[in-house]
């Protein structure tokens, strides 16, 4: 009975636990982008037990470094830290410095190196500015990758926003080596932060993850980084296309509700000549 009663206590916490998860990625999904570290910080002060399922769940804006040695930017992220430390993928040194830490065989840092000037150019096609960075690590049948891409504003008084885009690929490769099972997880975040005199501030943003799978054939023609590349390319257009249709457009259809270009002189007018209108009518109809 004893051991009965625990499992009965055990399995209610866990559902509760779960539960109390769910609300709280379904609140920092709602929360502006913009404020993702003091909410993320506010929700593990009021439930710590979820710190670490909500660290490891919630995507936050990405961080920029500079690589001394070669005098770059790169960004930070889980994926590139070891400890306190976080690896640069263009000197591939920790720094802090750190002895033993985590490093991608010789093969795949070959493939970071290109993926790397692969995605720094169309970074600068698409965003004309930022800081992009890939990392990638060994898997037992493949690799895995995060592609990072971040765009803030060009430092306007009147405009301020940020693109952060996080991109985790797992490539499972085929035991033939011709083809190769592509996952793609996508996140996007974007703010947007207008202060003009006529209309005063407004806060615009939000984030959106997406996935996809797919084969794809692996030769000299289409290596890995096409494929990623393509992937990675579709994913981003689809991503924007919907950030521009759910809160540009949505929010373009509120403001033109809200707003009349008519001025009131004229629907003065028009109401007391609607309302003349209405009497005449009614005369006739009881005279008639």
Request: glycine share 6%; with cysteine; hydrophobic share 35%.
């Amino acid at each position: 009975l004893h051991s009965l009663l625990l499992q009965v206590w055990f399995i209610s916490i866990c559902k509760m636990t779960e539960q109390q998860l769910d609300c709280a990625l379904d609140l920092m999904r709602r929360l502006p982008p913009q404020q993702i570290e003091k909410n993320l910080s506010d929700l593990i002060d009021v439930v710590p037990s979820l710190c670490e399922d909500l660290l490891s769940s919630v995507d936050q804006p990405l961080k920029i470094a500079r690589d001394k040695t070669v005098g770059k930017d790169y960004l930070l992220c889980d994926y590139n830290r070891d400890g306190d430390s976080y690896r640069s993928p263009w000197s591939n040194s920790y720094d802090p410095p750190l002895e033993d830490g985590t490093m991608p065989s010789e093969r795949l840092r070959r493939l970071e190196v290109e993926a790397n000037g692969a995605f720094d150019q169309y970074r600068e096609m698409y965003f004309e500015g930022g800081v992009s960075s890939v990392y990638l690590w060994d898997l037992d049948h493949g690799f895995a990758g995060v592609i990072l891409i971040k765009k803030a504003g060009d430092g306007s008084k009147k405009i301020k926003g940020c693109w952060d885009s996080i991109h985790v690929i797992e490539v499972q490769e085929k035991s033939s080596g011709k083809s190769a099972h592509y996952k793609l997880t996508s996140t996007v975040m974007l703010w947007l932060q207008t202060s003009r005199e006529g209309s005063g501030t407004m806060n615009l943003g939000g984030s959106l993850t997406r996935q996809i799978e797919q084969d794809a054939s692996v030769n000299e023609s289409s290596p890995h980084i096409v494929n990623i590349g393509r992937m990675v390319e579709e994913m981003e257009n689809k991503i924007r296309n919907t950030l521009n249709q759910i809160y540009f457009g949505k929010t373009r259809d509120i403001v033109n509700g809200l707003r009349s270009m008519t001025p009131l002189e004229s629907k003065v007018k028009q109401e007391a000549l609607r309302n003349d209108l209405k009497a005449v009518l009614s005369r006739r109809t009881q005279v008639n």
